[in-house]
Structures are given as structure tokens and as C-alpha cells.
């Protein structure tokens, strides 16, 4: 098993560090990086004007760390009059961790779907909802929220920003190292990663075992033409690294 991880970092480093340890090879490929979001200053007086049990979804664990140290350096603190959702059970930990209020999530998975089939979050008239998330995204969640009576705003806490690499120097040196599997955590590292590819690799990579965080990437991939695609049951390292063992003996 030869993984090329994908993942910005911290989280890519210990994907790579897990796979290693249970004897595996795992690349470092980044293909964005993290940074501080667009409306972070807005998000302490945003919080401030919900009402007692408007919602607040945590939508990463990125959007969590960015969304408290702003609150923190504002002087803001998560209001204990708020429901928090988080987009799943690493997401919702590290929330409850860091901020010691209640969060609730599902256990069946990472997804807006599987979130969205919670029973309290059925019937939303009246209520307003945060959503906290990276620049773009969820638009399936916010849309779902609203057609159930919900007022939805976002608040960006967090950046992606493309990586870019030489796609000739890309192509060469990933195929001369022989990946046998690849690591894509999201919509827009899949799109990345299809403009690298150049016309004449394609058959190779294509080839190559394909592991995503959601169906909704995995039919993406497929359209584009991956043959091998498989998902894992969430986006946490440990989901992943349990799907890449299992991609080994035939996914």
C-alpha cells in the first residue's frame, strides 16, 4: 500500500504518521491550505443575536478552532442559551473539548445527510441557524434547513486556498513512485487533483484506488472517471485509515 494523502495539514502529517506505523508507505501531496476566514470579526456579535435554542452547526474541526480563538480574542465566550450541531462525532468532540458546552451530532456518520436526519432537526419553523464553515460549501445542508422553516446564515471562519504544483513534475514523480491509493477529503481536492492529471497519465491514475469522505464525491469521481472508488465512513484519520486497510484486501 502506497497512500498519497491529500489532506492540509495538521491532520494530513498524522494520516501519514498512522499509516506508516502500520506498515504501509504514505506521500505528503497537500492540495490546499488553511487560513483564517473572511467574516471571523463578525462571528461574537452574530452569536450574540441568536435567540435562546437557534442553532449553531460546527460544520469541521477547522471551523471549530478558528470560530473560539476569534471568540476568545473578541472577548466573546459560546453562549449556553444556543443548540450546537456538529457535522459529526470527531467534529462534535473537539467543540464539547475545547468549549465544554454540549454539542450533538450523529453517530452514523460525517455527512450533511446523515446529519440532517436527526429527529430535532425535523421541523425548524421559527429558528435560526449558523452555519460556521470554510469559504463556500454545505449548500446542501443550509438549502435542507430552510425547507424545513429555518433562517440560515453563514459565517466564514476559515479559508481553503489552493495549492498549485508543476503538473509535469507532478505526473513523473507520482507515477515513478508507484501510488497505489489516494486520500481525497473533499469536492474541491478532487477537482485539484483531476487538473493535475495530465491526458496522457490519465489511464494510470484512474486506475489508481480512490478514497473519499462522502457518496456524494465518490459519484463525482466516478463521472469524471475514476474505475476504484471507495468511501470511508467518515472524514476522521482513524475512519481512514480503517477504509485504506480494508482497501488493501480489495475494496
Known amino acids: 500500500m502506497r497512500v ?4 492540509p495539514e495538521p491532520t494530513g502529517s498524522e494520516l501519514i504518521a498512522a499509516i506508516n506505523e502500520r506498515g504501509g508507505e504514505a506521500f505528503s501531496l497537500p492540495l490546499i491550505r ?3 476566514g473572511a467574516e471571523l470579526n463578525s462571528l ?6 441568536l435567540g435562546k435554542n437557534d442553532l449553531v452547526f460546527l460544520l469541521s474541526k477547522n471551523a471549530v478552532w478558528y470560530a473560539d480563538l476569534a471568540l476568545r480574542q473578541a472577548g466573546f465566550n459560546w453562549s449556553d442559551k444556543l443548540s450546537y450541531y456538529g457535522i459529526g462525532g470527531s467534529t462534535g468532540q473537539y467543540f464539547k473539548a475545547l468549549t465544554g458546552h454540549a454539542i450533538h451530532w450523529s453517530v452514523h456518520g460525517e455527512t450533511s ?3 440532517l436526519t436527526l429527529p430535532e432537526l425535523q421541523a425548524l419553523n421559527g429558528k435560526r441557524a449558523l452555519l460556521l464553515r470554510g469559504n463556500g460549501g454545505r449548500e446542501f445542508l443550509a438549502s435542507t434547513l430552510r425547507s424545513r422553516g429555518a433562517q440560515v446564515e453563514y459565517c466564514e471562519c476559515y479559508t481553503r486556498h489552493p495549492i498549485f504544483y508543476d ?3 507532478f505526473n513523473l514523480k507520482w507515477v515513478n513512485t508507484g501510488i497505489t491509493d489516494i486520500v481525497i477529503s473533499s469536492g474541491q481536492m478532487l477537482a485539484l487533483l483531476n487538473e493535475l492529471i495530465a491526458e496522457n497519465t490519465k489511464e494510470w491514475w484512474f ?7 462522502s457518496q456524494r464525491i465518490a459519484d463525482q469521481a466516478r463521472q469524471d472517471g475514476w474505475r476504484k472508488v471507495c468511501v470511508a465512513n467518515s472524514a476522521d484519520n482513524n475512519a481512514l485509515l480503517e477504509a485504506l486497510l480494508s482497501t488493501d484486501m480489495g475494496c
Open 44 to 49: 461574537g456579535s452574530r452569536i450574540k443575536l
Open 113 to 115: 445527510e446523515i446529519l
Open 34 to 36: 488553511i487560513g483564517p
Open 207 to 213: 486506475n489508481r484506488r480512490l478514497l473519499v469522505v
Open 4 to 7: 498519497l494523502i491529500t489532506r
Open 167 to 169: 503538473k509535469t513534475e
